[in-house]
C-alpha cells in the first residue's frame, strides 16, 4: 500500500480501542493502523479509550480520547442525551447487566456517540465484543449513517462467566455491526461453538517487519547491557503477567529448566498482571539468571528479541487468538517454543519455526515435555538458526503490517456508507 494511493478517500473512522501500547495486541495493532490508514488517504482518524487517564492527544495523525468514565457520568443527566438513555435500556432488556453495569454502557454510548459526531465518523470500529456492549444501542442510534466493525478474539474462552448467561444478548451484538472480524480463524470460530452463527472473518494481525530486522548489531549490543555472553543461553517470555499467558507454568518450570541447562537466562517481560509477584519471587531466587521487566516500552521490545535466542509462549487452554509476541519473535528471526492450543498453531509451524508442545489433561501446557523442547533447540544451534530463518519468511508472508492494513482497509471502505 502505497502513500500514493487513495484507496482510504473519504473513511472517516472511529477506533474503539485500548492505546497506546503497552495495553497489550490490540493497541501495537492500532499503532499501525493509524499512520497506514493515513498513508492511504484516510480523511479523519480518531481513536477512543475508556481507561483511568482523560486526556486528548493528537498521535500521528490521529485525535486520541483516553476517557476516565467517572468524570462523564454528569452526561446521562444533560436532557440531549435522554433519547440515548431510554436506547440504552432497550437494548439491554432482559440481559440482567445489573444498574451500575447499566449506567457505565450508558456513559460509554454518550461519550462514542459525542466522539463520532464531533469528528463525523462514517466507519466505527469496535474491539472485543464483550468490552463493546455499547455498539448495540448504538448500531439503532446510528442506523445507516455509520458502518460498524466488531474485531473478536479469544473472550468466548476469558469470560464465559459473563457470556454464556446472556447469549440472546450476544447474538444480537454480532448481528449488529456491517462485518465481524478476528484475528485467527480459531477466535473466528468461537461464537459458533456458543450456537452463535454469525460469519465472521479471519484477518490475521501483522507486524512491522522492518522493526524487527537486526544485523547483529542490535543483539551484541543489548546482550552487553544486559551481562548475557554469547555462552548463554538467553529465553525470552514477552506478554502479559497473567495465567492465562501461561506465565505460572514457566515460573514453575523455571528451576527445573536451569537445572537442565544451566547456561540458561531467562527474562520474564511485559504488562504487569496478578503474577508479577511470583515473578519477582523467581528473580530473587535466581537473582543471576532470572529478569524481570514489567510495562516494557515499545521501543526496546527489538532488543530484546534480538538478544534472545529462544522466545517462550507456553500459553494454555484456547485462549490465545494466536499472541503478537509470537509473530514478532518470528519477524525477529526467533524460534518460539508454545502450547498447542488456540490460534497459536496457525502462527508456529512446528518443526519449520519452532515447536509445539501439547496441552495436559487441565489445559496448561505440559511442563516436563516443555522443557525437553526447549533444551532439545538449546543443543541445537543450528536447527535454531534455520527455524528462525523459516520463521522470518513465514511472517514475511502472514503476518506483514502492509497486509493487515490494506486487508483492514478494504472491509472499512466496504462498510461505509454511500455519500
Same mark, same amino acid.
Given at each position: 500500500m502505497g +502513500? !500514493?494511493? %487513495?484507496?482510504? !478517500? !473519504?473513511? @472517516?473512522?472511529?477506533? /474503539?480501542a485500548p492505546y497506546p501500547p503497552p495495553y497489550g495486541g490490540i493497541a501495537s495493532h492500532i499503532v499501525s493502523l493509524i499512520p497506514g490508514l493515513k498513508a492511504n488517504g484516510a480523511e479523519d482518524i480518531a481513536v477512543l479509550y475508556f481507561g483511568g487517564r482523560n486526556e486528548i492527544q493528537s498521535i500521528e495523525g490521529a485525535k486520541v480520547y483516553r476517557c476516565d468514565l467517572r468524570v462523564h457520568t454528569w452526561r446521562i443527566l444533560l436532557p440531549q442525551n435522554w433519547p440515548i438513555g431510554w436506547e440504552v435500556m432497550r437494548a439491554f432488556r432482559g440481559a440482567r447487566l445489573g444498574w451500575r453495569t447499566l449506567m457505565v454502557e450508558l456513559t460509554k454510548t454518550i461519550v462514542t456517540n459525542k466522539v463520532a459526531m464531533m469528528h463525523q465518523c462514517n466507519v466505527a470500529s469496535f474491539y472485543q465484543s464483550n468490552g463493546s456492549l455499547e455498539l448495540l444501542p448504538l448500531s439503532r442510534l446510528w442506523g445507516q449513517s455509520r458502518g460498524i466493525v466488531l474485531t473478536v478474539f479469544g473472550e468466548v474462552y476469558d469470560s464465559a462467566d459473563f457470556i454464556n448467561p446472556r447469549l440472546e444478548l450476544f447474538g444480537r451484538l454480532l448481528e449488529a455491526p456491517a462485518a465481524v472480524l478476528a484475528s485467527s480463524e480459531h477466535c473466528a470460530r468461537s461464537f459458533k461453538q456458543l450456537g452463535i452463527a454469525r460469519q465472521v472473518r479471519a484477518v490475521y494481525y501483522g507486524v512491522d517487519l522492518k522493526r524487527f530486522e537486526d544485523d547483529g548489531t542490535l543483539r551484541v549490543r543489548e546482550r552487553a547491557k544486559l551481562g548475557v555472553t554469547e555462552a548463554d543461553h538467553l529465553l525470552l517470555f514477552l506478554g502479559r503477567f497473567e495465567a492465562e499467558m501461561g506465565l505460572d507454568q514457566l515460573i514453575n518450570m523455571a528451576p527445573v529448566l536451569m537445572t537442565r541447562a544451566p547456561s540458561v537466562k531467562l527474562i520474564l517481560a511485559g504488562a504487569k498482571g496478578p503474577l508479577v509477584e511470583s515473578a519477582l519471587h523467581l528473580q530473587r531466587a535466581y537473582p543471576d539468571r532470572v529478569m524481570v521487566m514489567n510495562d516494557v516500552s515499545f521501543a526496546l521490545q527489538p532488543s530484546l528479541y534480538a538478544a534472545s535466542d529462544l522466545v517462550l509462549a507456553p500459553s494454555r487452554d484456547q485462549r490465545a487468538c494466536m499472541g503478537l509476541a509470537i509473530k514478532e519473535a518470528m519477524a525477529a528471526s526467533r524460534p518460539v517454543v508454545g502450547g498447542d492450543s488456540g490460534g497459536i498453531p496457525e502462527a508456529i509451524a512446528h518443526e519449520e519455526t519452532g515447536l509445539l508442545v501439547?496441552?495436559?489433561?487441565?489445559?496448561? *501446557?505440559?511442563?516436563?515435555?516443555? *522443557? #525437553? %523442547? *526447549?533444551? +532439545?533447540?538449546? $543443543?541445537?544451534?543450528?536447527? /535454531?538458526? #534455520?527455524? $528462525? /530463518?523459516? %520463521? @522470518?519468511? /513465514?511472517? #514475511?508472508?502472514?503476518?506483514?503490517? #502492509?497486509?493487515? *492494513?490494506? @486487508?483492514?482497509?478494504?472491509?472499512?471502505? $466496504?462498510?461505509?456508507?454511500s455519500a
Open positions: +502513500s !500514493g494511493t %487513495a484507496k482510504c !478517500g !473519504g473513511l @472517516r473512522v472511529l477506533l /474503539r501439547p496441552l495436559d489433561e487441565h489445559g496448561k *501446557v505440559d511442563q516436563a515435555r516443555f *522443557v #525437553e %523442547a *526447549v533444551v +532439545s533447540l538449546l $543443543g541445537d544451534r543450528q536447527k /535454531r538458526v #534455520e527455524m $528462525g /530463518r523459516k %520463521a @522470518r519468511l /513465514r511472517a #514475511e508472508h502472514l503476518f506483514s503490517e #502492509e497486509t493487515t *492494513v490494506r @486487508r483492514i482497509a478494504d472491509v472499512f471502505i $466496504g462498510v461505509m456508507p
